[in-house]
């Protein structure tokens, strides 16, 4: 399977992007998928996640609100809605989907996409 993500930039705090995450094959409606993001320096943090049914859906506490977590089935793609836009959401974020049943087993990864947040 291979995830490919797109959809980061250069944007000014208070705008908004959308990350895509497309996948190669039928892959979202069977498994979890999250979005992850790593800042220079700091350790990958999980940003949020929708289950292969799509009605379980989680986010970082301090990220709910402004992130929004989807999917179009259809088009094998899940998106990450972030609105309102720190400079501390600076990071390169990742989409990963996961296989594991009773612990969570990120076995497939995108190659992540670069936001950069100016003040």
């Known amino acids: 399977v291979q995830l490919q993500a797109s959809g980061g930039g250069l944007v000014q705090a208070g705008d908004s992007l959308r990350l895509s995450c497309a996948a190669d094959r039928p892959i979202y409606n ?5 979005w ?3 800042a220079p320096g700091k350790e990958r943090e999980f940003v949020a996640s929708i289950s292969g049914s799509g009605y379980s859906i989680s986010y970082q506490d301090s990220l709910k609100g402004r992130f929004t977590v989807s ?15 720190k400079p501390e959401d600076t ?3 990742y989409c990963a989907v996961d296989i594991g049943t009773s612990q969570p087993q990120y076995v497939y990864w995108g190659q992540g996409t670069q936001v950069t947040v100016s003040s």
Request: hydrophobic fraction near 35%; proline fraction near 0%.
């Open 30 to 34: 069977r498994y979890a998928t999250a």
């Open 36 to 38: 992850f993001r790593q």
């Open 71 to 85: 999917r179009d089935s259809a088009k094998n793609t899940v998106y990450l809605q972030m609105n309102n836009l």
């Open 91 to 93: 990071a390169t974020y």
